[in-house]
């Protein structure tokens, strides 16, 4: 009986752990945020971020290794889960669909992220499109998609066999990939999250797969700027 009783304490004691770690984890990235885009990289420290999410440099490394990273989410195994996805999902698929499936997922998980931080999820879009306006977190921004944009042409060539320095359709798809995500993001952001970045990731690949013709559903999806309206063209 004493066993049995005790058990449900330890996994409490756990997930409570694990749900304050959690909520540093997004003070640091709110603080940083707000930081980056109000003052430009250059003129934000470590220290700073710390102090604004009232917690010592030291645990902010524990979580992020710069303030670089704390801007972009700072998941180190992001890159390798997506090319694992890419190149086992959807089994005898056409690769844009497992890709449709795996980036469109990654999508809503991005826009979870960003709505667990509080507030409207679409300015924390804005506050990082601002950040990307410093030079600094440009080149880091770049260096970041450039990795995505290789792990994905990676789980491409490991799903059809293809070796990339013959066969540039990974290289090429993959690219393609990456403005996708960019640009379905830059809208998602500017619509104020009207349409949900998940649904609108899945309907631009199958724009792609379609050739993105102009009369695809795609180019149907409709928002305005408040995110109050939503609408088919076709429908009309």
Known sequence: MTLTGTAPVAETQVSL??????ATRRLLRRAALELVSERGLANVTVEDI???ADVSPRTFFNYFTSK???LFGGEPDR??????????????QPAIDALRTVLAADAEARADELRSLGGDPAD??????MARSDPQVRAAHAAQMAMI???IAEGLADRL????DSDPYPLVLAAASVGIFRACMAFWGGSAGAVPLGQLVEQAFRGLAEGLPEDSAFRGIQATVTGQNVTDRRDR
Do not use: N
Request: aromatic share 2%; charged share 40%; no cysteine.
């Open 17 to 22: 752990r694990e749900r304050k770690k959690l």
């Open 50 to 52: 710390a102090e604004a």
């Open 68 to 70: 670089e990273a704390v």
């Open 79 to 92: 890159a390798a889960r997506l090319r694992e996805a890419i190149a086992t999902s959807a089994p005898g």
């Open 124 to 129: 924390w879009v804005r506050r990082m499109k």
């Open 149 to 151: 944009e290789r792990a």
């Open 161 to 164: 066999g293809a070796d990339p």
